[in-house]
């Protein structure tokens, strides 16, 4: 089972930040997931939401701001306030990591909201850095995901779904993503039960869930035999795995 520390070893140190990611790398975790947005300047910048004030002291969506401007924001965890690796990312220096620790990668490309035309530059970086067999790539807007595999169809790719709505029209899951023709299913862990897994594998598609942080519900995905988590807590999946 892949274990992705979501956002980096999250629980523990500041989201999307390399600090968190490094951390990650420590604790020997293998796979990392993040998100992608993009800057005024069309830089790909890590971070989860479209607008800043969460988790930087600052106010404003990511896409008014130049990457000098978002690099200067300070973070909102008071004891990490400081720390120079505690600033947003650029996509580009978290793929540096990546290749010198052979890590497999979940990109979330964020354009459920606001699209941000990011497809062929998230691509290139991709390839500048010949990752295309470390990387899945993710998203909620399916349309973004067919943008993607029309650019580079050797990549795989993922179908977030959170609700029921998300594939409203069709059966099930599985039925919505055979359609898509994607690599992987990724689901709130409140959309899966065995039934669902078994499905899925028996259409050649891997089930990985979000976002796993409680023991109990780590044990239940481990006997649904889903194919990865992802968690704020990774160590501890680790250990409930014995791994």
Known sequence: MKIFAHRGASGDYPENTMLSFKKAI?????????????????????IHDEDIERTFKGRGLVKDYTYDELKSFKCRKFEFVNNDLCKIPELEEVLSLIKQNNIYLNIEAKTD???????????DLIEKYNLED??????????????????????KYGALYHTKDDF??????VEHAKNLGVYSINLNHQLVDKYIVDLAHKSNLKVFVYTVNDPILMRSMIECKVDGVFSDYPDLMREILNI
């Not at 470390?134 to 990549?155: A, G, T």
């Open 26 to 46: 420590d604790l020997g975790i293998k796979s990392i997931e993040l998100d992608v947005h993009k800057s005024k300047d069309n830089n790909l910048v890590v």
């Open 113 to 123: 909201l606001i699209h941000y035309d990011l497809e062929r530059d998230v691509l």
């Open 134 to 155: 470390n990387v899945l790539i993710s998203s909620f807007n399916h349309k973004c995901i067919n943008i993607f595999k029309n650019l580079n169809s050797n990549i």
């Open 168 to 173: 409203k029209g069709f059966i099930n899951v």
